[in-house]
T-cell receptor, first 115, second 112 residues
Framework: DTEVTQTPKHLVMGMTNKKSLKCEQH?????MYWYKQKAKKPPELMFV???????INESVPSRFSPECPNSSLLNLHLHALQPEDSALYLC??????????????FGDGTRLSIL | DAKTTQPTSMDCAEGRAANLPCNHS???????VYWYRQIHSQGPQYIIH???NNETNEMASLIITEDRKSSTLILPHATLRDTAVYYC?????????????FGTGTLLAVQP
């Protein structure tokens, strides 16, 4: 069991659909992350939120829209995705103190398939 | 780009120690070395991290060379459940968050 919960575990959507991925943690962490992982590849960072504010966007296309409504929740809104966006989407959280060396904790991801 | 180099794959017999090497020759003085693993269909799991000194926890030991240019993760008694991809990551320092850049990792296969 992980302390970072992601829903849904699996999602199949068409290219014209709008859907959202959700992530929740109750460890008091103030930094939250979205990663994308293609098959047989390492995770790649997409977004970082620190104290509910977007601090890093790794040049992610605008069809991916992150949102951090409060310190425990992180959403990823999806719209007009392409088949190449099919991947495992991972959420992580960590302490956000400047200079902290504490690790990130990951959820088990949402496996997304675009038809 | 990732700042670490790891072997693509390794085998280990069940019950034996698994020693996973990692090279990070360009590491800076204030950068930590982190190890994660990813079992199939799960998210990455944190194992251990260190700066200069050797570290040990309930899962593994981390040995960092004196010049900090390489490290070794040791699983003392490998089991079949330790079969996973192991990632060695040098954490980029700066800002209020720790940005992790994953390399390709080592696929450890524990054999019965």
């Amino acid at each position: 069991d992980t302390e970072v919960t992601q829903t849904p575990k699996h999602l199949v959507m068409g290219m014209t659909n709008k859907k959202s991925l959700k992530c929740e943690q109750h460890m008091g962490h103030r930094a939250m992350y979205w990663y994308k992982q293609k098959a047989k590849k390492p995770p790649e960072l997409m977004f970082v939120y620190s104290y509910e504010k977007l601090s890093i966007n790794e040049s992610v296309p605008s069809r991916f829209s992150p949102e951090c409504p409060n310190s425990s929740l992180l959403n990823l809104h999806l719209h007009a995705l392409q088949p190449e966006d099919s991947a495992l989407y991972l959420c992580a959280s960590s302490q956000a103190d400047r200079g902290s060396n504490q690790p990130q904790h990951f959820g088990d991801g949402t496996r997304l398939s675009i038809l | 780009d990732a700042k670490t180099t790891q072997p693509t794959s390794m085998d280990c017999a069940e019950g034996r120690a698994a020693n996973l090497p990692c090279n990070h020759s360009t590491i800076s003085g204030n950068e930590y070395v982190y190890w994660y693993r990813q079992i199939h269909s799960q998210g990455p799991q944190y194992i251990i991290h260190g700066l200069k000194n050797n570290e040990t926890n309930e899962m593994a030991s981390l040995i960092i060379t004196e010049d900090r240019k390489s490290s070794t993760l040791i699983l003392p008694h490998a089991t079949l459940r330790d079969t996973a991809v192991y990632y060695c990551i040098v954490r980029e320092y700066g800002g209020a968050t720790n940005k992790l850049i994953f390399g390709t990792g080592t696929l450890l296969a524990v054999q019965p």
